[in-house]
């Protein structure tokens, strides 16, 4: 392990070059980078062919929770596999099975099939991301145990999520329009392909901290130990909570953007653009907040997730969709609060349970998202796209101020400055 500066760690932020120059992470960040493409490219296809044959805004925000939903049971039920199993096997197996779930999909556009197998197999697709997800966030905090740095590697990996999630939506949208959607399909396979290939050089095989292997099918345990954990440690609580509050603004825009742009006449192209435009706000967020040194981002969670819902509330009078997209813009710079609370739950967390502390945390999330979808996607067909918007961006904003008035600011304080000291949890 590498030591950790004191004089730095949390007092200054570490330069982009120090991140890059940790071996194997820049290799391991453009290959995930390809992933996330790919992702997003897939999730515009499967909208687009499912609001192609129905005309529906609830089965087009159905197929963005379809595949969110099984993020959720991927990350709650299986994520304690990356506590005991190394790393790369995760990685590599998950990247493996996930694209022999995209030929199928390929296979299943093709030929037509019905709506509900396509669904089912997006499901199980995503099913597969969950270990990945826990194991690639345990390897993060592993790589950097210089905190200061690691919260700037945190900030980097959350950049290109942001980049390349509206990168991947602009591109699927542009594919769907130019080539068709098998053509985008057979593209998110070659990517999971490539990065399963570039996980495997490049990674070491190590083994875990967690349980040894005899436990390796315990996964009502996991949940179990999981939730006793966060639900006994007010600070992890809290943080969660304020993740789950946050869900339905931030899931609205994406949810109802396809219906939004149709109704509005715009083309398949111009879709893809509309769906990034809070994505691209985030990107330009974590490049802000990520100047900022990790110890002292901590205090912005709050005031930002406040924020974050008001933009949306214009969409409400329907103006021009220069005017929607960068309030969605404005609206997705200020989920750039996620970045502090991401790295103040991973610094927090238990080593030696941080797989299902990330997978439990992460499948509550999910599962508000992939409500928040389908309820704006109800809204939506029951009302208008513009209306769902507003009424999700009030409910968030509501459980926010809820979540604020029980906030354990002291508890939270001495936390975080503890895991940037140093003295975090082992």
């Known amino acids: 392990m ?104 390929v296979v299943g556009v093709l030929f037509d099939w019905p709506i509900p197998l396509l669904l089912l197999a997006l499901f199980v697709l995503e099913l597969c991301a969950g270990p990945a997800v826990a194991a690639g966030q345990i390897l993060l905090t592993e790589w950097f145990p210089d905190r200061a740095l690691y919260a700037r590697a945190l900030a980097v990996n959350n950049l290109s999520s942001q980049v390349n999630q509206a990168v991947g939506f602009v591109l699927g949208g542009s594919i769907v329009a130019l080539t068709g959607h098998a053509a985008a399909m057979g593209f998110d396979v070659v990517t999971f392909l490539v990065v399963a290939v570039v996980v495997f050089a490049v990674v070491p095989r190590v083994t875990p901290a967690g349980p040894a292997s005899g436990t390796r099918l315990a996964m009502l345990a996991d949940v179990r130990s999981a939730w006793s954990s966060i639900a006994a440690n007010p600070v992890l609580l809290a943080l969660l909570a304020l993740s789950v509050a946050a869900m339905p603004a931030i899931a609205a825009p994406e949810a109802v953007a396809i219906p939004y742009a149709v109704h509005a006449g715009w083309s398949a192209g111009w879709q893809g653009v509309l769906i990034a435009a809070p994505v691209t706000g985030a990107f330009v967020g974590i490049v802000l907040i990520s100047r900022v040194p990790g110890s002292r981002q901590t205090p912005l969670m709050i005031p930002m997730a406040v924020c974050m819902p008001l933009p949306l509330l214009v969409t409400i009078f329907e103006p021009t969709g220069v005017v929607v997209w960068l309030a969605w813009f404005a609206s997705g710079a200020l989920q750039a609060f996620m970045l502090p609370l991401q790295a103040s739950f991973a610094l927090v967390a238990p080593v030696g349970l941080r797989g299902r502390l990330f997978g439990m945390a992460g499948a509550l999330s999910v599962a508000g998202s992939g409500l928040s979808f389908l309820a704006a996607g109800w809204i939506a067909g029951h009302t208008a796209p513009a209306a769902s918007v507003g009424v999700c961006a009030l409910a968030s904003l509501a459980l926010i101020v809820l979540a604020r008035s029980m906030w354990p600011r002291e508890a939270v304080d001495r936390a975080v400055d503890a895991a940037y000291a140093g003295e975090g949890p082992s």
């Not at 044959?53 to 596999?81: E, H």
Request: hydrophobic letters at 50%.
């Open 2 to 105: 590498e030591s950790v500066p004191a004089e730095r760690s949390g007092t200054a932020v570490p330069s982009l070059g120090e991140v890059f120059r940790r071996k194997g992470f820049r290799t391991v960040f453009c290959a995930n980078s390809l992933s996330l493409w790919g992702d997003s490219v897939a999730q515009v296809t499967i909208a687009s062919v499912v609001y192609a044959r129905t005309g529906s805004a609830l089965a087009t925000a159905a197929t963005f929770t379809v595949s969110m939903m099984p993020k959720m049971l991927g990350r709650g039920l299986l994520s304690g596999l990356a506590d005991r199993l190394p790393y790369r096997d995760v990685l590599v197996q998950s990247h493996v099975a996930r694209a022999l779930l995209a030929v199928i999909l």
